[in-house]
C-alpha cells in the first residue's frame, strides 16, 4: 500500500459500457432483416451488391487511413461497414458491379474521408455515392428488375412509385398493393422494398434507445400529412399516405439515414425540425418534382441545415429565461 | 406514484454494499493533520504554534472573514508542527500537525442553551459559525454564511438533503438510520436561523428506509419527506431544488435567489451538535468503500486523519487497486498519495482499479452528452470550443453554467474527456473576466 503507483485522473472515474464500436455493431444487427429481406427477394444479385459495396468501402477507407498514417484497426469501427451496406439498399439491384464499386469509392471518399473521417462529415456518406450514381449513370440508376417472388414482364417493369408516377397506376388499377409493400413483393432499390424487415430492425434501435424516436417519427408524420392533404382532396388522384411511406425507400431513410448520428442535429428542437423538413421535402419531391421518390435528396438537403439549425436553437440551459432581451 | 425528479441525468450502477453496516468508530490516530483550509473559501489563520498543547475540540484557526471557517482539534494533545502538508485537491496547504495524548481531554464545560429552539437565528448562526461547521455533502460552504443571505433575499423553504446521489457512498444513508433524530433537530434549527416556514427532506427512492427512519422520528412535526427518483445526480443543490420545488435557481445565481437553503443531512447533524452541545466539526461520517477495499464499512472518523489509516482498518487496498478517490466515483478528487488527511467534505475514500485507459475516438455526435446533461448543456460543443479556445463563444454556450457532474463524460460512447474540457473553457471564461476586472 504506497503512494507512488497511484492514478491521478480527473474525475469522472465511472464509464458507461457503450462504446461507438458496440453502438455500430447494434446498427449493423438492425440492418439484419433487410438484409435478409433483400437476399430473398433478389438472391445471387444481392450478395453480389453487398460484397462489391463492403469492398470499395473499405478499401477506400483503409487507403484514407494509409495516407494518413492512422492504424488500420479503425476500420473496424464498423461505420465504412455500415455506409457500405446503406449503400448497396439503396442501389437497383441489378446496376453493375463496377457502378456499385464505384458509388462506395465516393461514398467514403467523398461523402466522408474528405472532410476528415468518421464524426466530420456533413453529409450522409451512402446518400453521396447515391447521389453521385443517379447523376453519373441515371439509366441504369433507374431501371428495376421485379423480386424472385413476382412473376411479371421484366422489360417494361418499374416501381410502385414510377407506376404511380409515370404509368397512371392509380386510375388503372395497377397500383401495388399495402400488403405487397409492407412485405416487400415489390419492384426498388435492393434493401428499400420490405417495410417489415426494415421496422424491424427499426424497432430494436428504438428499444436500444440507440436512435432517437424523433426522426423517423417526424419524417413519417410530415410527409403522411403532405401527402394526406392532397390524398384527401382528390383520392382519384393522389396515393394515400401509406402507401407513401410504404413505398419508395421512405422507412430506410427515416430509420436509417436521417438517424446517422454525424449529419443528424444534436437537440431536440433541431431534431424535429430536420425530420419534418426531410419528410415534407420528399413529399414535394414526390407530388412536384421530377423524381418518383425523393428521400435521398430530401435527407441530403436537411443535412446542410444541421449547422444552421444548431446554432439558431440552443436548447435552454436549466435557470434561464427567455423572451426578453 | 411517479417520483419527482429533475431533466436527464443518469443512472449509473448504484453499488452500495455498505448500506447494510452500521456506523464504527475510527480509533483517533496517534497523529492529526488538520489543514486550516477545510471550506470555500479563504484559510483559516492559525491560533497555534508548535509546542503548544491544545484540548479536544480548541479552536486551532480563526475563520478570516466572513467568506471561511474556523477549524478545531480533533483530539487533545500537543502541536508538532504547522507545515504544508499533502491536500486532497492536490496542492499542499498549511496543516496542523497535533499528536494525539490520548486523552481527549476537553477544553472545558461546553455551553449548552436550555432550549437551543428558543435561540434567536442571529445566535444559532453564531454558534454554527463559531464550531466550523461547513456544507458536509462534498461542497464544503461554509454553513453560517448559507444561512444569512443578503437582506434583500428571503428563505421560504428549507431543504434536507438526503440523496447521497453518488455510487457507492452510504455515509449519509446510515447517519440517517442511526442518528434521525439529530437530523431533524439540526434541520429544525436550520428553518429558524434561516427564518423559513418549510422543511422539505428529500431522499432517493433507493434509500426508503432511511426516509422512514427520519419520518418516524419526526412524530408528526410539521416536516415534510419525499421521496425523489434515484438518478445522478439527484443530490445537487438545483437539481433537488427542481425535483421537489419546481424552482429553478437562475444561471449564475444561488438557491437563495429561489428562496431556498439546502443542507446535507450531515450538515444538519452537525448544525445540532454546534448549537445544543457547543461541539465543533472535528470528526464525521464516511464509507470507505469500493471494490479496491477489502472489507468495506462505513465509519465515524476524525478530522485529520490520514486516509491510509482509514484504508488499513478497512482492510488495506487489495491488489490492483490503484486508483483512491475522495468523494463518489463520479466526482471525486484521486489521490496521488495516502498522507491526505480526512477533510470536514470527505464523504468517502473509495478505491478502484483504474483499467486500461481507453482510446479516444472522434465526435460521432450521438446527443448522449446533450441528452444526459442536467443542466441542458450541449457538451461536446463546449468541449470543442475550449479545445479551439474560442472562450467568448463557450461562455455565449453556457460554459459557466456546467456544475461538473461528469454526467457527459460518463456517457460518451467516444471516450472523450468532456469534462476536462469544459472545465479548462470555465478557468479560461474566468481568467478573462478577472483580467477584465482588475484593467
Known sequence: MNGPGLIIESSPHWRDRDTVRRIMARVLLALVPAVLASLYFFRLRALLLYSVTAAACLATEAAFFRARRKPLGSLLDGSALITAVLLAMCLPPNLPLEMAALGGVVAVGIGKQVFGGLGHNIFNPALVGRAFLAAAF?????????????????????????????????????LASIGDLFLGNIGGTLGGTSALALLLGGAYLLYRKTIDWRIPAGVVASISLFTGVFWLAAPERYASPLFHVLSGGLLLGALFMATDYVTSPLTSSAKWIYALGIGLVSGLIRLFGGYPEGIMYAVLFMNMFVPLLESLLRPRILGERRGRR | MKRRTFRRGIHPPERKATAGKPIEVLPAPEKTYVPFLQHFGKPASPLVKPGDTVALGQKIGEAAGSFSSSVHSPVSGKVLALDLHPFPSGAPVLTAVIENDGRDAPAGEPERPADPFALSPEAIIQKVGEAGVVGMGGASFPTAVKLAPPPQKTIDTVIINGCECEPVQTGDHRLMLESPREILWGAELIRLAARAGRVIVGVEDNKADALESLRRSAGGRGVEFALVRTKYPQGAEKMLIQALLRREVPRGGLPFDVGVVVQNVSTAKAVWDAVSRGRPLTERVLTCGGP???DPKNLLVRIGTPIRQVIEFCGGLKEGADLVVYGGPLMGLAQSTLDSPVIKSTTGILAFAAGRPETELACIRCARCVDHCPM????????????????????????????????????????????????????????????????
Open chain 1, 138 to 174: 441515371p439509366a441504369a440508376m433507374t431501371t428495376w428488375i421485379p423480386p424472385n417472388t413476382l412473376a411479371v414482364d421484366t422489360a417494361t417493369f418499374a416501381t410502385p412509385l414510377a407506376d404511380l408516377r409515370f404509368h397512371d397506376a392509380l386510375t388503372r388499377g395497377t
Open chain 2, 292 to 294: 479496491g477495499i477489502a
Open chain 2, 376 to 439: 441542458g448543456l450541449m457538451p461536446t460543443r463546449l468541449a470543442g470550443l475550449a479545445r479551439f479556445d474560442l472562450v467568448a463563444e463557450a461562455e455565449k454556450w453556457g460554459t459557466m453554467d456546467c456544475i461538473e457532474c461528469g454526467c457527459c463524460q460518463y456517457v460518451c460512447p467516444s471516450r472523450i474527456p468532456l469534462l476536462s474540457w469544459i472545465r479548462l473553457g470555465k478557468s479560461r471564461v474566468a481568467a478573462r473576466k478577472s483580467g477584465k476586472g482588475t484593467a
